[in-house]
């Protein structure tokens, strides 16, 4: 990474929002980001966020959205995937600061004596520790943006807001640029924007000693000028500093409404180079992605939480990249796994209707034994109608178990789903190393894992190499004893760990596309660089 570095000092840049969280701080962070990057810069992103959890990989995915996995194997949310996907890096542990691991650390340190008997405190302790975080996480990038969680006034954000005031400091507010998001209602009855709120959180941001560089307003459409200007006056800055920045139909265009307001000159100030960023590819996305084609291919995507498109983020994310780039429109349809089949329930027959409507079919990861019936029953229904699937993780785990029905293993399942005829139907079972951790958070095998592709298959020729390296988080694989049956069943083997222990990928051959894998190749598809399972997936429902 070292070598892509241009800036001798690395520059910060600090999103805070006001008014409202979840208005798309990550994503205006992200897209500015997307622009430096353009310019040629190495960028790096990071989160800060006030939890007192101390990882995320116990939060719950309804209410949280999913679980992202980092390359060395760290559960974070999902505002890391929206970095790696704009900003094509990949992300750490570094990445991800919570409050709660922050208190962790300190407190620690406390009780071994690591401070001397001295006054522990949020300030100066909690913030020279954030600050440490943010220097870390930054190290070898040219920029560096960190995202604050939550909104400014927060009782529980106030410490990372001090930290990131107390920054500047450190490195020289040039060094610096602090951009604010603050959100702008329209009101309907009235039929006009309200600026006062955003005014609020600007003063209360100023109350902190932060003025900002940059404001953003997000509406929910576009708001003229003279909002603008008025928020300018009130943020004490330049009016060209302030871009609004509207809902649009796909994120991946804010980039370019960030492009057209005035933005992009003090963008180009604070690195210092007015060179115009190479935005085509970017470009020729939008351009596929916006587009209207004549086939559509329907995908069904067969999972427990469905209606909640967070929980299947980088999952959809991943398939709507592949779509532009194949040039279809795609339409996803959601199947509720519990509606194809449980063993106590019969098979809604809409549900059926359903899932034979699609052009292809992906069984997404997932935990636990609600609706896996469903999920090994649309796995067995790709296989024997020869339909495109895409099994990932928890996918690859119920193909497994459709084939070994199929091969003779009538009763065949997994450990996890309280299967209790242990040895004899068990074609999924615990890693020996999981055994007792089932209900742990961050016990997993977790992050980045390499693969060999078997010679001569058709995953090998889809990757285009034998050595590949995906990111994990499962407890569960295949009993390779089964594997006679699984193969009479219709599926091989495409893929295992380097020492052969570990099935990492199987396939049907002779299908038009059937490919599993016990890794979440989705987690490293990007809307520029598609991932080429997902291509390859897409590709052929197009022609089913
Ligand atoms: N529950 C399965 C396991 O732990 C699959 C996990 C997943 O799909 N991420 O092995």
Redesign the pocket.
């Known amino acids: 990474m070292q070598k892509n570095k241009k800036l001798k000092q690395t520059k910060y840049i600090f999103v805070t929002g006001g008014v409202l969280s979840g208005v798309g701080k990550g994503i205006t962070a992200a897209s500015m980001g997307a622009i430096l990057k353009a310019k040629g810069y190495h960028v790096t992103m990071q989160k800060c966020d006030p939890y007192l959890n101390v990882d995320a990989g116990l939060l719950n995915p309804v209410e949280h959205g999913e679980c992202f996995v980092t390359a060395d194997g760290v559960e974070t949310d999902l505002d890391l995937g929206h970095y790696e996907r704009f900003l094509d890096f990949e992300t750490s542990k570094y990445s991800i600061t919570l409050s709660g691991s922050i208190f962790k650390e300190l407190i620690d340190k406390e009780r071994s004596g690591g401070f001397n008997g001295k006054t522990v405190q949020l300030v100066p302790h909690f913030t020279g520790l954030v600050q440490e975080k943010i220097e870390k996480a930054s190290e070898n990038s040219d920029i560096h943006i960190v995202e604050i969680g939550g909104t400014i006034g927060d009782y529980e954000g106030l410490s990372f807001v001090e930290a990131i005031r107390l920054f500047a400091n450190k490195v020289g507010r040039r060094n610096c640029l602090y951009i604010s998001v603050v959100y702008v209602p329209w009101i309907n009855t009235s039929k006009e924007f309200k600026t006062k709120p955003a005014q609020n959180a600007l003063k209360d941001l100023r109350g902190f000693g932060i003025i900002p560089d940059i404001v953003c307003t997000r509406t929910e459409r576009p708001a003229p000028k003279e909002i603008q200007e008025k928020i300018a006056a009130f943020a004490g800055i330049d009016k060209d500093a302030v871009v609004n920045l509207p809902d649009i139909k796909s994120v991946y265009d804010v980039p370019f409404n960030v492009l057209k307001s005035g933005v992009l000159n003090i963008l180009n100030d604070f690195v210092g180079d007015r060179k115009k960023p190479d935005m085509s590819r970017w470009e020729e996305f939008s351009r596929r992605r916006n587009k209207e084609y004549k086939a559509t291919v329907k995908i069904g995507l067969v999972a427990k939480y469905v209606g909640n498109n967070d929980t299947y983020m980088c999952v959809t994310e991943a398939v709507k990249a592949a779509s532009a780039w194949n040039q279809t429109n795609c339409e996803l349809i959601w199947i509720n796994a519990e509606d194809l089949g449980s063993s106590d329930q019969q098979v809604s027959g809409q549900a059926l209707d359903l899932l034979k409507s699609c052009n292809g079919i992906i069984v ?5 034994a609600r609706g896996v019936e469903g999920k090994i029953l649309a796995a067995k229904y790709a296989l024997e109608n020869d339909v495109p699937y895409l099994g ?4 690859m ?1 119920v193909a497994c178990i459709a084939a070994a029905r199929i091969g003779g293993i009538e009763k065949a399942n ?1 450990e ?1 789903f309280g299967a209790t005829e242990k040895d004899c139907n068990n074609v ?1 079972y615990i890693m020996e190393d999981q055994k007792g951790k089932e209900s742990t958070g961050g016990t ?1 095998r977790l992050g980045n894992y390499p693969a060999q592709l078997v010679k001569g298959s058709k995953t090998a020729r889809i990757y285009g190499k034998a050595d590949v390296v995906e990111r ?6 295949v009993n390779q004893k089964f594997l006679p049956e699984i193969e009479k069943g219709g599926l091989k083997v495409s893929g295992l760990s380097p020492d052969g222990m570990l099935v990492e990928f199987v396939e049907a051959p002779g299908k038009k596309f059937f490919q599993a894998t ?1 890794a ?1 190749p989705e987690f490293k598809s990007r809307p520029l660089n598609p991932h080429p399972l997902f291509l390859e997936f897409v590709k052929k429902c197009k022609i089913n």
């Open positions: 997404p990861g997932g935990f636990g990932l993780c928890l996918g785990q997994s996890e999924i997993m994990h988080r499962h407890r569960y694989e016990q979440h």
